[in-house]
């Protein structure tokens, strides 16, 4: 869990080692507030200091608005609490993905029906959220307010992720298994180098082809993981997939945005819901189909050639090798993904 606020965390953030809704210290602690509380009146910020922007230029505050760095899960929790304790009404999250994450899982269960409106303020290193909500990269917390206020949203439901038998899902944008690890593994290379949001994006495409292809038949990238999968009855079927199948998958993406950096079109014509892509392994003619599954467009041999496109509301998955969601690996395992309740996002 390095690199969130859930550095605590010796496990992954399902069942929160045991703990259940906020504990009552949790639940009416008052918030910080500035000096001017009608300026900034029912904003606050949750800032991840961690992330890439907010490590090279500090945040820039209008009086009244309260700004917080939880540096753990219960800190987080307990910031949010005192959030609807205070009746803040829009809640900006400045941090990348992975903190977006981490405010929507954390707060789920502390809002209840009354959530607030969140403001995603790209900080992080890619930022696919904002690119999706169409959040300027150069917007500041006074050009979110203004939005607010001017009651510019748009919703996106995200992925309810959660152990089967467990019950406590992680709520999320991304999620991706098979080559998708190891091409994220690709993207903190890039990053150490300095590269973010679309050159990020476009550098660890670029490696991953290049591992592909370099790799020969035996490559660890073309072997895939097994994964069986098994598609609700809600299921869309693009092509004759089956909708119950155990096979090795060379990459399996799901994610309820509707836009994706570069403008990539994996998953076909922009659409809202769950949205998935499966390519078998060993990937078959892989030049010709990636370039066919970038461009979005659907083909008779699709199935054939093993790529599945399917939209649905929920799905069942048990992985090898773990999956990575909105930047973090989580573990191998069955699990049940799903789409959940619509948030309400500023947008430009």
Known sequence: MDGTIYDDCTTPLFAFDGVGGPARSEQAEPSRR????RE????????NPRSYRNKRRPLAVPDGVTVEAPRTRHELRRTLAAFKHDGVEL???????GTVRDVLTCGTDIWGDTPPVIGVLPCGKTNALAIDLGVPDEWDICQMIAAWKAGSFVERPPIEIERVHEGRPVLGFLFGAG?????TDLAQTTHRFGAVNNLAVGLSIFGAVASTLMGGSNSTWRQGKSMAIRYGEDA?????????STNKRFIMLASTMERLPLGLRIFGER???????????????????????LRGKPWKTMAAEGVHRVDTDELRIDLEGGFILDGERFPAGDYLLRKGAPVTFVTS
């Open 271 to 293: 659409r809202a819901g769950l949205k998935t892509l499966v390519v078998d392994a060993p990937p078959r003619r892989f030049l010709r189909v990636f370039a066919r599954v």
């Open 34 to 37: 500035g000096s001017n509380a």
């Open 91 to 97: 809640v900006i999250v400045a941090g990348g993905d």
């Open 179 to 183: 080559v998708f690890v190891d091409a």
């Open 236 to 244: 869309d079927l693009q092509a004759e997939t089956a909708t119950n």
């Open 40 to 47: 900034g009146a029912g904003v606050a910020v949750i800032s």
